[in-house]
Each structure stands twice: as structure tokens, then as C-alpha cells.
């Protein structure tokens, strides 16, 4: 079973659809022992990453979260709070990743947030099985994580951001691979064969 945390800051019904058309047997939850016993945990989100911060410390899952040893993906927000800080509300978050997030400065022919279509470039783990250099994922976000040691695929805003990041199990897509097509399909399906 996929657990896909509950902590009220998720898009779940695009991800729940992502899931059903893979055939994966998933449930929303926020319960400790479901979370420790599940196959994979995806940490979705969408939202401020404060408030989501929040949410999780109501819920205790921080310290849960690291606890994990299967496989997990957090997804835009849920990868950020995944991360050491956000400017987003000055947040403390996680510290799994080696990054502090920043928010993209707004200047002249650079929209914020970064919504829409861009292409991934620099793919470097199995997350990427199949995906080639220029295929595109879908954005939405405010808010990055620099480059650093866990960068594993990038995207341009118009500079170079993370657009993935991994550290022992732990994956983030700051993109919605739920939301990416096939492309987003086939990073999806090979996060679940891990």
C-alpha cells in the first residue's frame, strides 16, 4: 500500500487519478503506523510551505518522516518542506535536503510563480528511467530550491533551479508529475518500482 500523507496542503485528486491509472492501491492518511508500514509515502502538496509546516508538527510527523525507510516523494510544496528553511513565512522545515528554499525574484520578462511548461535537463537517477533530457513537467511554483549536492534533474526559471532532489530514499519533484502527462506518468511509475 502507498501512503499518501494526509496533512491537508495536497492537490490529491489529480495524484489519486495518477495513482489509479498505474494501478496502485494507495490511501490518504496521516496515521503513524500506516505511514511506517506502507510500500512508498508520497508527501504531496500545494500551498505555503509555513502553513504547511504546520500542519505536519500539529500532526507529529516530522520526526515520523525521517523515521522512513521505504521510499518517499515529496511534491512541490512537499518536497520543500522536505528541504533545511523557506523565505516562504521564514519556515524551519525538515532538513533532509541539503537546500534552503528562496523565492524567485521578479524582474523584467520573468513571471511569478513559474506556471506552466519546462523542460527537465540534467537527469541524474533511476527517478528518470526513460525520461529524455528536454521532456517537459508541469510547474507551478513561487518558490525553488537552488542547486546543491541533492540536485538530481534541473529546470530554468530563467536560471537554473532543482527541479529534483534525492537523499538515500528520499525523492522530491518540484514540478507535479501527477499533472505532467506521460512524461510525469513514467516518473510516477518508476518511483513505485523502487
Known amino acids: 500500500m502507498i501512503a499518501v500523507i494526509d496533512y491537508d496542503m495536497g492537490n490529491i485528486r489529480s495524484l489519486g487519478y495518477a495513482l489509479q491509472r498505474l494501478g496502485a492501491d494507495w490511501k490518504l492518511t496521516s496515521d503513524a503506523s500506516e505511514i511506517l508500514s506502507a510500500s512508498h509515502v508520497i508527501l504531496p502538496g500545494v500551498g505555503n510551505a509555513a502553513e504547511a509546516m504546520n500542519n505536519l508538527k500539529r500532526l507529529h510527523l516530522p520526526e515520523l518522516i525521517w523515521k522512513i525507510r521505504r521510499p518517499v516523494l ?12 523557506s523565505e516562504e513565512g521564514d519556515a524551519e522545515c525538515m532538513g533532509i535536503f541539503d537546500a534552503k528554499v528562496k523565492r524567485f525574484k521578479e524582474t523584467t520578462g520573468v513571471k511569478v510563480p513559474n506556471m506552466g511548461w519546462s523542460p527537465l535537463a540534467n537527469m541524474e537517477s533511476k527517478l528518470f528511467k526513460g525520461i529524455k533530457s528536454g521532456e517537459y513537467a508541469y510547474f507551478v511554483h513561487s518558490y525553488y530550491a537552488p542547486l546543491c549536492p541533492d540536485t538530481i534533474a534541473t529546470s530554468r526559471h530563467p536560471d537554473l533551479f532543482s527541479a529534483s532532489l ?17 512524461a ?8 513505485l518500482k523502487f
Open 166 to 182: 534525492k537523499y538515500e530514499n528520499f525523492y522530491g519533484c518540484q514540478f507535479h508529475p501527477e499533472k505532467s502527462g506521460e
Open 184 to 191: 510525469g506518468e513514467r516518473i510516477l511509475d518508476n518511483f
Open 74 to 85: 515529496g511534491i512541490c510544496v512537499g518536497m520543500q518542506v522536505m528541504c533545511r528553511h
